[in-house]
């Protein structure tokens, strides 16, 4: 692409967030990060990914945390500063790419080329979708459905400024249940394009 984008894309679990992503990615002919920047990150520094795996998109344990000098011993939060660190680097070399989830609508807010959107859905909508994804019940599905949201929440609330979820930390907010997700994905595709004519 001619000129840089980046597309954050906050999500609620099971409202099809990472579907949209791919479908934007292959309509932009970007890359897409998620768990595969840890891929990236563990090449990089010559580590096992499943060691960084393991820590992904989690919370620091405050109990079992402390930072010295700058320094912290908490797996979880090295983790996260890596991929910050790594988004971060790649924003600033005019990468351009999509991002699901790691707080990026807030790490690359400066980026004036980022297009940050959160992706939220009916209850029902979800549980639907997980149950046929993840062969489960809804009562598994409702249960797996909170575990992730609550995880997600407080992981984005604990590097954040602003609230996961909350309208205003993301310049487009959409219920992917009204409309099905290739539409969703029309809709943020279109608003994406007019912000690039408009850099």
């Known amino acids: 692409m001619e000129k840089q984008i980046i597309i954050s894309i906050g999500r609620e679990y099971g409202s099809g967030g990472h579907y949209i992503a791919e479908l934007l990615g292959e309509r932009f002919g970007i890359p897409i990060y998620g768990h595969n920047l840890l891929d990236e990150i563990a090449k990089e ?12 998109e ?3 344990k405050h109990l079992l945390s402390r930072t010295v000098k700058g320094y912290s011993n908490s ?3 090295n983790v996260a500063n890596l991929q910050f660190d790594y988004l971060k680097r790649m924003a600033n070399e005019g990468k351009s790419f999509i991002v699901v989830g790691r707080c990026a609508e807030h ?3 400066d980026c004036p ?3 940050s959107v959160f992706v939220l859905g009916d209850r029902k909508a979800k549980a639907k979708r997980i149950c046929e994804i993840r062969k489960m ?5 409702l249960i797996t459905m909170n575990r992730h949201d609550k ?3 407080a992981y984005h609330n604990h590097y954040c400024m602003g609230k996961w979820g909350d ?6 907010c959409i219920n992917s249940s009204r409309l099905g997700l290739d539409k969703t994905a029309d809709i943020i595709e279109a608003y994406v394009r007019e912000r690039l004519n408009n850099m």
């Open 58 to 60: 989690l919370p620091k």
């Open 45 to 56: 520094r010559n580590v096992p990914v499943e060691e960084l795996r393991q820590y992904d």
């Open 113 to 115: 080329s980022m297009v």
């Open 75 to 77: 797996p979880e939060e």
């Open 151 to 153: 995880n997600r929440k």
């Open 167 to 172: 309208s205003r930390c993301y310049e487009l």
């Open 137 to 141: 019940d809804e009562f598994e599905a």
């Open 107 to 109: 790490v690359l807010k």
